[in-house]
């Protein structure tokens, strides 16, 4: 192969979230269906919010072993945002950046999952930053813990100025959700 030969292989990886995900104080249906669904894909568990702050969620997401949280805002009763915490070694947690969803769709309720097979398809910059995003937060884990535990596929594709995170399990479409930004909170 020629130096200059760029490859066709797609970036593909498997990532367990060592995460979990809350939302705001006020969390509508639509939006803990999505954080249902999210959970059953990604393996990662629901820690209830109540009336917690983030310094108790991010106190209770530590003392359970994870390194992370997601908190999941809604707007106009859907899924509109989702903040990924990370911790520090000193205890503290640091916004690592966010994701706008414009839309999500759910087509087949999901098996219950340990981890999830990404897959970078897309070529626009929302996809590359998804992915970015996601492998800095939790590409630390190939979900070795949990041989024999069944992994979902996440394809993330570029349309029409979007990313697109569509989750299949063999050929069937599960779940798409379409994200309008993904960014990092130091950029």
Known sequence: ?????????????????????????????????????LSALTGMPICPRGKSSLDEIAYFTKNAGFTSFLVVFSRQNKPSRIDIYILT??????????????????????????????????????????????????GNDSCSAYPGGKISKCKIESENGYAVMAFWEKDRLLVEIQIRDARYSKE
């Open 1 to 37: 192969m020629e130096k200059d030969a760029t490859s066709t292989k797609r970036p593909s990886r498997i990532v367990c979230p060592n995460a979990v995900i809350t939302s705001t104080i006020r969390t509508p249906p639509q939006t803990r269906r999505f954080m249902k669904t």
């Open 89 to 138: 070694p000193q205890g503290f947690f640091e916004k690592l950046g966010y994701l706008l969803i414009e839309d999500f769709n759910i087509l087949r309720k999901p098996p219950a999952c340990v981890g999830t097979e990404l897959t970078l398809i897309g070529e626009n910059a929302v996809s590359q930053n998804l992915w970015r995003l996601i492998i800095d937060a939790f």
